[in-house]
C-alpha cells in the first residue's frame, strides 16, 4: 500500500480555495477552487498581485499585516480564522474566511504564505439580515412598551 500522495489532485480535489504567495505577494499557486471562487483562471492569477482580491480600501491594512508576517515569521492566522471583504474578477463583493500557513526555507526564513479560504458570502448575508430583522423586532418592541 502507497502513502504517496498526489498534491496536484489534492490540489484540484478540496473544495476550498488555496492561494500561495511569494514574499512580495505574488500568487505563484492558484487552485480550481480559487478560479471558482474569484473568477481568475490559474493562468490569470499566477504572477499577479493579491490586489486582484483585495477591495482597494482594504490593501494598506492587508500589505501592512502580509510583510509583517513574512517579517517576523509570525502569524495569528494560522488556527483563527480571518474574516474579510474580497472582489471577485467581475467586481461583485465577497465575504470570505480563511486561515494562513507560511513556508519556510532551510533557514527558517519565510518563502511563501499559504492561504485556505472559504467563500462566506451567504452566510454573511444572512447574519447581516438576522441583525437586521433583530434589531427592526426590537425597535417595535421599544415603540409598543412607550405606547
Not at 477552487?33 to 490593501?59: K, V, Y
Not at 500589505?63 to 502569524?75: A, I, L
Not at 518563502?111 to 462566506?120: A, G, Y
Amino acid at each position: 500500500m502507497s502513502t504517496a500522495v498526489d498534491l496536484a489532485q489534492l490540489m484540484d480535489a478540496v473544495a476550498d480555495a488555496i492561494v500561495v504567495c511569494d514574499k512580495a505577494g505574488n500568487i505563484a499557486l492558484w487552485n480550481p477552487a480559487a478560479e471558482r471562487m474569484f473568477g481568475f483562471t490559474p493562468d490569470e492569477a499566477r504572477g499577479q498581485s493579491l490586489d486582484i482580491i483585495i477591495p482597494e480600501r482594504q490593501r494598506q491594512r492587508h500589505w501592512d499585516g502580509y510583510h509583517e508576517t513574512m517579517r517576523t515569521g509570525v502569524t495569528r492566522y494560522g488556527t483563527t480564522l480571518l474574516r474579510v471583504p474580497a472582489i471577485h474578477k467581475d467586481g461583485h463583493a465577497l465575504s470570505i474566511a480563511f486561515t494562513v500557513a507560511l513556508l519556510v526555507s532551510e533557514a527558517g526564513v519565510p518563502t511563501h504564505i499559504v492561504s485556505v479560504i472559504r467563500d462566506e458570502t451567504a452566510r454573511w448575508k444572512e447574519e447581516r439580515d438576522l441583525r437586521k430583522r433583530l434589531a427592526d423586532a426590537e425597535t417595535q418592541m421599544k415603540a409598543a412598551s412607550q405606547a
